[in-house]
Nanobody, 126 residues
Framework: QVQLVESGGGLVQAGGSLRLSCAVS????????VGWFRQVSGKEREFAAA????????MYADSVKGRFTISRDNAKNMVYLQMNSLKVEDTAVYYC???????????????????WGQGTQVTVSS
């Protein structure tokens, strides 16, 4: 079983920064691709960012490109999402997810991911 636990969410003013962390259990973590998705109540869960198993490949939604950076530390089984220049429209619950089946490349499609965390709330005030 793979478990993911997000942390680092909170309330921040527009223009500010937050760093989300995702702790991933599992002996094969270094082989997983990992993604961050976000969801506003009543809306579809949408892709934000993803990173391949070795960190060589990253993908971002157009809405966050240039402001968010995804990274990973395979020695610590951790994935991070650095969020800068936050906007009110970034307000959402952010979910970390792992893609444990090959190919372990970054993917924008949520149905390609196997395990999900419980989510962490990010609220950006104006």
């Amino acid at each position: 079983q793979v478990q993911l636990v997000e942390s680092g969410g909170g309330l921040v003013q527009a223009g500010g920064s937050l760093r989300l962390s995702c702790a991933v259990s599992g002996r094969s973590f270094s082989r997983y691709a990992v993604g961050w998705f976000r969801q506003v109540s009543g809306k579809e869960r949408e892709f934000a960012a993803a990173i391949s198993w070795n960190g060589d490949n990253t993908m971002y939604a157009d809405s966050v490109k240039g402001r968010f950076t995804i990274s990973r530390d395979n020695a610590k089984n951790m994935v991070y999402l650095q969020m800068n220049s936050l906007k009110v429209e970034d307000t959402a619950v952010y979910y970390c997810t792992a893609k444990t089946t090959a190919p372990w490349v970054a993917d924008t499609r949520k149905d390609r991911y196997d395990y999900w965390g419980q989510g962490t709330q990010v609220t950006v005030s104006s």
